[in-house]
């Protein structure tokens, strides 16, 4: 049997959408029922793995690991952890080879943190992703025949089948073209879905309280791709009478996480992932910080086992009001790599000093340039008044970051990536020594 074709039944008996995407997309489905299932998938995963492809076959044999004593989640730890430059160096042989080239789909992730990484998917590989984060909207309120607008992200389908079979009515806004013109957009198109990179919202949320009062307002506002500050909810409110709702995910897994209505946490999405938060390789207790590595059930062609994203966050504990049994994460400080270092030990993170800057009507978008040990560089897009000051905000940065001079420098344009991100955070000391080993 085919991963794609695992046997989940709907509720009546019959197959339905779980048989063709190999998801159980039911969130009242018991933990009790639901773990068999993920456990067979677990166990095909780490065998495909295993029979065809070449970095596993290798790193399993190293390791002296039977596949055939993986039986499900518990038995887990059992393999190793995986980081991305593991992953990006094994290039092409982390791939299945029992897919033709002409038909692996090619995907990477933004670079924003990181050297990208290059990963395949299988066409049903891809369906699944991007069913999962319209299944997140659909928990959210949005249905297939609502209008729906994605700010900037990539996140739900842009020019995908579902489009063309009139399934999926998403249109998507460039983020490098001018505010006015998404603002223009949204007027034409009348989202009752928007989903925005949270950078993207707090611009747009600027330039509509500049203009006045929308006349529109969508019944489903959400963020993804990027660490939400506090501040973006109240203004959100502001503008569209309703707070956005956080949904947490990555290029390698998909859909990762979503924040339901209470607004307290996001539910792990535990029918297609599951995550660990580890402190030097160990489980942290509930409540406490660690990263958070991932085990994804979607791609087959890639499989992500045990891999380290790179994020901070902590478990939840207990159960959500809500009534859904899904664990439920806090994320924090964005990025782990993403912290500045001071003189005495201390680190503080890049998300902290996004939080100062976030606050400034003057700024439509920034990021952090360490150009020395102790020199640390403002790059921002003003708005339409190129003079306007942001003194308060640089000395706010200079109080938060002792020890380090810091300096504004304004910019044209900044550069994006694929996606429409802008790159928070470059550390020019830490790319000059890497080049110095390098040589």
């Given amino acids: 049997m085919s991963f794609g074709a695992t046997a989940f039944k709907s509720s009546k008996g019959h197959w ?88 692996r789909i090619i995907a990477s992730t933004s670079g924003s943190s990181d050297m990208p990484l290059t990963l395949a998917y299988r066409f049903a590989d891809r369906l699944r992703k991007h069913a999962l984060g319209l299944h997140c909207m659909a928990l959210y309120g ?107 995910g990555a290029v390698e897994g998909g859909r990762l996480a979503f924040e339901c209505r209470t607004h307290r946490s996001l539910h792990v999405r535990a029918d297609s992932v599951h995550i660990e938060i580890l402190d030097n390789g160990q489980p942290v207790e509930p409540g406490q910080t660690g990263s958070v590595y991932i085990t994804s059930l979607i791609n087959t062609v890639m499989p992500i086992i045990r891999y380290e994203l790179g994020d901070l966050a902590a478990w939840e504990p207990g159960q959500c009001s809500c009534g859904l049994w899904w664990p439920r994460i806090t994320l924090h400080q964005g990025r782990s790599g993403d912290v500045i270092g001071l003189p005495g030990g201390r680190r503080v993170p890049v998300t902290n000093l996004a939080t100062i800057v976030g606050k400034s009507q003057n700024i439509r978008q920034f990021q952090f340039v360490r150009r020395e040990e102790k020199l640390l560089v403002l790059r921002y897009e003003p708005y339409s008044d190129a003079n306007a000051s942001i003194e308060t905000e640089l000395i706010e940065l200079r109080d938060t970051l002792p020890g380090i001079i810091v300096k504004a420098e304004p910019s044209g344009q900044l550069p994006r990536t694929r996606s429409g991100k802008v790159t928070r955070y470059i550390d020019q000391t830490r790319t000059d020594q890497n080049e110095r080993q390098a040589d």
């Fill in 16 to 103: 339905g959408l779980s048989y063709l995407l190999g998801i159980p997309f039911r969130t009242r489905m018991s933990r009790s029922r639901m773990q068999p299932m993920l456990d067979q998938r677990l166990r095909w995963l780490v065998r495909h793995a295993a029979e065809t492809i070449p970095f596993y076959q290798e790193l399993l044999e190293q390791r002296d690991i039977d596949v055939s004593s993986i039986n499900g989640f518990s038995d887990l730890t059992r393999l190793p952890l995986l980081h991305r430059s593991t992953l990006r160096d094994a290039g092409e042989a982390a791939w299945a080879n029992d897919l033709p080239a002409q038909r």
């Fill in 142 to 248: 949005w249905r297939p025949w609502h209008r729906g607008m994605a700010l900037g992200s990539e996140a739900l389908p842009r020019f995908h089948s579902l489009r063309r079979l009139g399934i999926s009515r998403w249109h998507w806004i460039d983020p490098s073209r001018p505010v006015k013109e998404w603002l223009a957009d949204y007027d034409r198109v009348r989202p009752q879905a928007l989903h925005s990179y949270p950078s993207a919202l707090r611009e747009f949320c600027f330039e509509a309280r500049k203009r006045g009062p929308l006349n529109w307002r969508p019944r489903v506002l959400s963020v993804g791709g990027e660490f939400c500050p506090a501040e973006l909810k109240p203004l959100a409110t502001e503008v569209f009478g309703q707070a956005p709702l956080i949904m947490y």
